[in-house]
T-cell receptor, first 116, second 115 residues
Framework: AQKITQTQPGMFVQEKEAVTLDCTYD???????LFWYKQPSSGEMIFLIY??????QNATEGRYSLNFQKARKSANLVISASQLGDSAMYFC?????????????FGAGTRLFVKA | DTAVSQTPKYLVTQMGNDKSIKCEQN?????MYWYKQDSKKFLKIMFS???????INETVPNRFSPKSPDKAHLNLHINSLELGDSAVYFC??????????????FGPGTRLTVL
């Protein structure tokens, strides 16, 4: 079973509008971390935002916010005021484990296209 | 001021050859990783090292051998390259292995093409 599911292979958004990229996860752990990374066409992986499973408030970093709904096991990324430079692949990831070892698992990604 | 660097950026080689990819981080992190990203963009962990010690080996063929001479370097050597090894290989590092908040910082990737 997939641990991280990103159901939107591709998304379009108009410049200056907000967009939500979906991510659901599957874990039986109580403690875990959720991440979003951006991969532009140049190929590098850029860390965007982190949410801990015990964090009560949704994480925000500039124009990025994470809509964390623990009961639904979802961690959607919201990008406000989209810019052309936001066009990229976006990966949701989950870090889980224990003292025996931690592992980060990535979703399949969502490609975002921002239209002028 | 590159945090995580990889060389080479591109690698084109023939099937059956042996090749190495080098990775260095100047962040002072204890843990380093190798990931493989296939043509469908799926990113999968291969190895992780903590302070030069192998922690995770995700059932990668033993043709792949990571080597960590010190905690700032993690190189990947691949023997007898096969067509299916063509992918982008990412090196990453994080502050410590034992943490859920541990953000990984990625290198620019090495695009390996096996002909």
């Amino acid at each position: 079973a997939q641990k991280i599911t990103q159901t939107q292979p591709g998304m379009f958004v108009q410049e200056k509008e907000a967009v939500t990229l979906d991510c659901t996860y599957d874990t039986s752990d109580q403690s875990y971390g959720l991440f979003w990374y951006k991969q532009p066409s140049s190929g590098e992986m850029i860390f965007l935002i982190y949410q801990g499973s015990y964090d009560e408030q949704n994480a925000t970093e500039g124009r990025y916010s994470l809509n964390f709904q623990k009961a639904r096991k979802s961690a959607n990324l919201v990008i406000s005021a989209s810019q052309l430079g936001d066009s990229a692949m976006y990966f949701c990831a989950m870090r889980e484990g224990d003292t025996g070892g931690f592992k980060t698992i990535f979703g399949a990604g969502t490609r975002l296209f921002v239209k002028a | 001021d590159t945090a995580v660097s990889q060389t080479p950026k591109y690698l084109v080689t023939q099937m059956g050859n042996d090749k190495s990819i080098k990775c260095e981080q100047n962040l002072g992190h204890d843990t380093m990783y190798w990931y493989k990203q296939d043509s469908k963009k799926f990113l999968k962990i291969m190895f992780s090292y903590n302070n030069k010690e192998l922690i995770i080996n995700e059932t990668v063929p033993n043709r792949f051998s990571p080597k960590s001479p010190d905690k700032a370097h993690l190189n990947l050597h691949i023997n007898s390259l096969e067509l299916g090894d063509s992918a982008v290989y990412f090196c990453a590092s994080s502050q410590e292995l034992g943490g859920l908040t541990d953000t990984q910082y990625f290198g620019p990737g090495t695009r390996l093409t096996v002909l």
